[in-house]
């Protein structure tokens, strides 16, 4: 029997999480989270999913390379070593691949070197990426290992969607331009949600919006994406739980000249201390529908401008994409939030757009469409599924091997 397991990596700063994948069904053999990496109180919460069995471990783990061995214990534990002849590959999320890595790549030194040579513009998760990749690859050398960018999908962009306005020059000196990311998600969900409708890929134009605690949309024509609201940064476009979005890049100077904060303080407003939560103190839209319900003017501002900012891009790549057939709704708050859902759409009846309460207020995890049956334009939920498009991709390639 030849070997079908993939192991999906997803390194951050402080944390790694895991799944391993049996790519002949699909199925889930286990999973995990290592938290709180070079912390004395650190944390490995791990799945068997055959036993439905959950462990908790709590104790120091120094590094990444420490995280890595002890997923690789738990693993084996469960007769899953990372040693087994039946694992095929690791898989690992990069969030930045640039303009280089449009597709899935086998790491070599050449892939690790331009991962690398991107940290300038990803600063906070390419180094944490490159961690993981070189601690699985001590491990496991012989092992084929992909790179899965974040940004890959939305290399299709035209230029005119790519670039800002800005001087050229000094925009391809410093490779300013718009990569988008979440972008394994709008791939997999833009093809869930074509298949929904009985349709390929190429014959359908999607709106993906994928809302969880970091949130975008984007514009996918016959399966390219051919805009996507965030940009050089993960801090462009829709209102997030901690960041803000879309706003004149002129505050920066104001806060900067007038209101006398540093580049890195206003930063961390920006991209920590924004959006839901500076609009509210909450970044969970739970407990923000909780409180307009109680009639929380504050909560009711933050989910009104959440949701005016949505109805925008819902607006803006109607017209890019020109007819639409359907729109998306994916990741935590577009997977459960009915009522963000009901309100991005109301009022644009005009578009073909409509909701219907009923489906709407269903719960489940399967696609599913809630836009009334004669509706011109579907209206879908659609679950995205990050870990195993990351195993899927990495997993044909790997085959062609
Ligand atoms: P991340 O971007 O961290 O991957 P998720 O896609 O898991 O985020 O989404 C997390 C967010 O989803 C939470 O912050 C919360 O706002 C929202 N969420 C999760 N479950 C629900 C629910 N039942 N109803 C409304 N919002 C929810």
């Not at 391993?20 to 995990?32: I, K, P, Q, Y």
């Not at 359907?326 to 009522?339: D, K, L, M, Q, R």
């Not at 269903?362 to 599924?385: F, M, N, Q, Y």
């Amino acid at each position: 029997m030849s070997a079908s397991r993939v192991l999906v990596l997803n390194s951050g700063s402080s944390s790694v999480k895991y799944q391993l994948l049996d790519m002949r069904d699909s199925s889930r053999l286990a999973m995990g989270l290592v938290e709180r990496i070079g912390e004395q109180s650190s944390r490995i919460r791990h799945t068997h999913v055959g036993n439905d069995d959950t462990r908790e471990w709590n104790g120091p783990i120094a590094d990444h390379d420490a995280a890595l061995k002890a997923v690789s214990e738990e693993l084996a534990k469960d007769g899953l070593g990372l040693d087994s002849p039946e694992l095929a590959a690791i898989g690992h999320r990069v969030v930045h691949g640039g303009k280089t890595f449009t597709q899935p790549t086998v790491i070599d030194e050449t892939v690790l070197a331009e991962i690398e040579r991107l940290i300038p513009v990803a600063p906070l998760h390419n180094p944490a990426n490159l961690t993981g990749i070189r601690t699985a690859q001590a491990l496991r050398p012989d092992l084929p290992q992909v790179a899965v960018f974040d940004t890959a999908f939305h290399t299709t962009m035209p230029e005119s969607a790519a670039r800002y306005a800005i001087d050229v020059r000094t925009a391809d000196e410093h490779r300013v331009r718009r990569y988008g990311f979440h972008g394994t998600s709008h791939a997999y969900v833009s093809r869930a949600t074509a298949k929904l409708l009985g349709k390929a890929p190429e014959d359908v134009n999607v709106i993906v919006l994928h809302l969880g605690n970091g949130a975008s949309a984007s514009a996918v024509r016959g399966g390219r994406c051919v805009d996507t609201s965030m940009g050089l940064t993960p801090l462009e476009g829709l209102v997030m739980g901690t960041r803000s979005g879309d706003m004149d890049p002129a505050v920066i100077f104001h806060l900067a000249r007038v209101g006398g904060m540093s580049i890195d303080e206003i930063d961390t407003l920006l991209n920590k201390k924004s959006g839901l939560v500076g609009l509210c103190g909450d970044n969970d839209m739970r407990e923000i529908r909780r409180r307009v319900d109680e009639g929380d003017e504050e909560a009711k501002l933050a989910f009104d401008i959440y949701i005016h900012r949505l109805k925008k891009y819902i607006g803006a790549y109607y017209a890019v994409l020109g007819t639409v057939d359907a729109i998306a709704f994916t990741a935590g708050v577009g997977e459960n939030a009915a009522a963000v859902r009901e309100a991005a759409v109301a009022g644009l009846e005009t578009l073909g757009l409509a909701v219907d309460g009923t489906l709407n207020a269903v719960r489940g995890d399967e696609p599913r469409l809630i836009s009334p049956a004669d509706a011109r334009v579907k209206v879908a939920v659609v679950p995205t599924d990050e870990e195993l498009e990351i195993a899927t991709q990495t997993y044909a390639l790997v085959g062609r091997y």
